[in-house]
Nanobody
Framework: QVQLVESGGALVQPGGSLRLSCAASGFIFDYYHIGWFRQAPGKEREGVSC????????YSADSIKGRFTISRDNSKNTVYLHMNSLKPEDSAVYYC?????????????????????WGQGTQVIVSS
């Protein structure tokens, strides 16, 4: 079966760091763009950072530029989101999603359209 499983969410203090992982199975991982999205209570789900299937192109939302880094390890069918300098406003459930698409990474990161698979989410709470 097709699965995307997020892990790594935790309670962390402001200024702290976390690494989220998205482990994929059941599809040809190398051919899919992967996006990290997040949803905070009372807010719409938004794109955070996304990476192309080639591992050569990435896009990040302005709110996290310079603080979060996305990477992928195709040999492990896993995408990571390294989060540094965390702020309370980063608190949310974080989801990964996969799309086989001709669209640019930016286009896929600002829209949820045409994603094929979604994970269940992992919760990040940034609080002192």
């Amino acid at each position: 079966q097709v699965q995307l499983v997020e892990s790594g969410g935790a309670l962390v203090q402001p200024g702290g760091s976390l690494r989220l992982s998205c482990a994929a199975s059941g599809f040809i991982f190398d051919y899919y763009h992967i996006g990290w999205f997040r949803q905070a209570p009372g807010k719409e789900r938004e794109g955070v950072s996304c990476i192309s299937f080639s591992d050569g192109s990435t896009y990040s939302a302005d709110s996290i530029k310079g603080r979060f880094t996305i990477s992928r390890d195709n040999s492990k069918n896993t995408v990571y989101l390294h989060m540094n300098s965390l702020k309370p406003e980063d608190s949310a459930v974080y989801y990964c999603a996969a799309a086989a698409t001709w669209r640019t990474v930016q286009a896929m990161c600002v829209s949820e359209d045409e994603y094929d698979y979604w994970g269940q989410g992992t919760q990040v709470i940034v609080s002192s």
